[in-house]
């Protein structure tokens, strides 16, 4: 496994992407992402060449901003729902915790949650998924319960945000690795933003998978 500190120019960025879909052959085919936000990593993903773009995003404010940005580019599909970690929670509705900054906006109340809620519908797992070969996941708590659901056969790479500190609002990275692990998937890069603690964890299947 490689740590890369990315360069603060680069910093909460996917600006590896492209170099690594290069190394290891990985067509660029479908990506989908999870907590999209505002479509920070679309243009990392357009020089990828991704034939198609899927942005899953429950926040109302976020989704008027994708809707501004990329509402009319028919290589981008916008999603507007959370993704249920738990089956009980699967195509109805659920509660979103705002955050002071929107990108920390979940299903799970952040450490800096305002208190204010919004009732936002949900999809399954196995909704969301629709053929893509790259899985983005950024869901402020929910990714492992997210990567339990998920169909992994069929993916070529997985990036999981994660952290190394309780109560960050990320999937922690030891619990990540270790589940990924027992599924034939193994950590190739971890990209290191800032002194956030926040870190993406790339992972790839094992050849033995």
Aim: charged residues 20%.
């Amino acid at each position: 496994m490689t740590q890369i500190h990315l360069p603060p120019h680069q910093a909460w960025t996917f600006a590896r992407l492209p170099d690594l879909l290069d190394d290891f052959a990985i067509p660029a085919h479908l990506v989908l992402h999870i907590g999209a936000h505002h479509g920070e990593e679309v243009p990392i993903y357009r020089q990828c060449g991704f034939a198609g773009i899927r942005l899953v995003e429950p926040d109302p404010d976020n989704l008027a901003v994708l809707a501004t940005r990329f509402g009319h580019d028919a290589d981008i599909d916008i999603v507007a729902a959370a993704v249920a970690p738990t089956p009980g929670m699967s195509a109805g509705r659920a509660q979103l915790h705002k955050a002071a900054c929107s990108v920390w906006s979940g299903l799970h109340p952040h450490p800096t949650a305002t208190g204010e809620t919004v009732t936002v519908p949900t999809i399954s797992m196995g909704l969301a998924q629709s053929g893509e070969n790259v899985l983005v996941l950024d869901t402020q708590g929910s990714e492992l319960a997210l990567l339990r659901a998920a169909d992994l056969r069929e993916l070529h790479l997985v990036i999981i945000e994660t952290t190394r500190r309780v109560g960050d609002g990320a999937a922690l990275y030891d619990d990540a690795v270790s589940y990924m692990a027992e599924q034939g998937w193994w950590v190739v890069e971890e990209w290191v933003h800032d002194g956030s603690g926040y870190t993406d964890t790339v992972f790839l299947p094992s050849p033995e998978r």
